[in-house]
Structures are given as structure tokens and as C-alpha cells.
């Protein structure tokens, strides 16, 4: 009899053991294939983003090539150094604004009153008429405000050299 107790007890060990080893190894699988979802809901898994690496931003060679300055027709220079390009603002008008014409000259129609401090390009002239030395002035912000202005009311603006 102490011959079967004791094959018994070796064979509930074995069995044991073999039962744990096996619940072993399916908690072991278990944990490892399982992922938990997003906190508050458990049945879906983590989205994995892959980001690829930063790489560097290629260097431009850039080649700069000056252009030559205009050269300026001196019969195109007024008094006041107001010049076909030059940059000039409407002054001293004593805050009733300048009014610009269709044409050179006091005849021609009014296309709209341009107000002081006003900053215009040039791009014709000068015209003599009715006593005064006309340019033609375009808005560097708007084309469609041009129009001729007595050099009486526009002051030559010099860009920092």
C-alpha cells in the first residue's frame, strides 16, 4: 500500500505541476498577443503611427545677379529732382488734398483727390501747362488711381541709401 500512495502522490504532482506549467503558458500568451485599447474603451486596439526621421533640407546655391541702374535722362529732372520712377507724396495742400486730372493742365476732368501724406510713383513727364510742371502719378498700391499732379504739391522722396 506504501508502494501506491506514494506512485499516487508523484502522479498528482505531475499533474499538477503539468496543469500549472500549462496556465502558465497561456497567461504568458495571452499577455503578450493582448493589447489594451484606448483608456475608456477596451475594444479596440492602440493605432500605431509611424513617423519616418527628419532628413535634412537640401542647401540652395542661390546666384544673385545685379541689374544694371537705369541711367537717367536729364531732360526728364525737374527743378526739384522728381524723376520718371521717383517716389513722391502729396504736401502741402493744407489738408484739402490734391486733385488728379485725366491730363496735364487745370482744364482737364478730376479723376479723384488724393490726400495728404499720400505716397505715388511717377511714370510721366514733366508737362508744362497752365503754369505749373505736371507728372503723372500711379498708386503703387492700385493702378486704377493715377492721374497728373502739380509738381507744387508733391515732395521728393529719397530712399535710405
Known amino acids: 500500500m506504501h508502494w501506491l500512495f506514494s506512485n499516487i502522490n ?3 504532482i505531475l499533474i499538477a505541476l503539468g496543469v500549472f506549467l500549462l496556465s502558465l503558458s497561456f497567461w504568458a500568451i495571452f499577455l503578450f498577443l493582448y493589447t489594451p485599447g484606448p483608456p475608456g474603451n477596451q475594444n479596440y486596439p492602440y493605432i500605431i503611427t ?3 526621421a527628419p532628413v535634412m533640407t ?8 545685379s541689374s544694371p541702374t537705369p541711367a537717367i535722362d536729364d531732360s526728364t529732372i525737374g527743378i526739384d529732382g522728381i524723376h520718371i520712377g521717383s517716389v ?3 504736401y502741402n495742400t493744407n489738408g484739402d488734398g490734391l486733385r488728379l ?3 496735364p493742365g487745370t ?3 478730376v479723376k479723384f483727390v488724393a ?3 499720400e505716397l505715388y510713383n511717377i511714370s510721366a513727364g514733366p508737362e508744362e501747362a497752365d503754369g505749373y510742371v505736371w507728372w503723372h502719378l500711379v498708386s503703387p498700391y492700385d493702378e486704377n488711381r493715377s492721374g497728373w499732379a502739380a509738381s507744387k504739391y508733391l515732395m521728393l ?4 541709401q
Not at 537640401?58 to 545677379?65: A, E, G, K, N, T
Open 10 to 12: 508523484r502522479w498528482v
Open 101 to 103: 486730372r485725366e491730363g
Open 115 to 117: 490726400l495728404d501724406s
Open 157 to 160: 522722396i529719397v530712399p535710405d
Open 50 to 52: 509611424v513617423v519616418s
Open 88 to 90: 513722391v507724396q502729396i
Open 58 to 65: 537640401p542647401q540652395m546655391d542661390y546666384l544673385i545677379i
Open 107 to 109: 482744364q482737364p476732368g
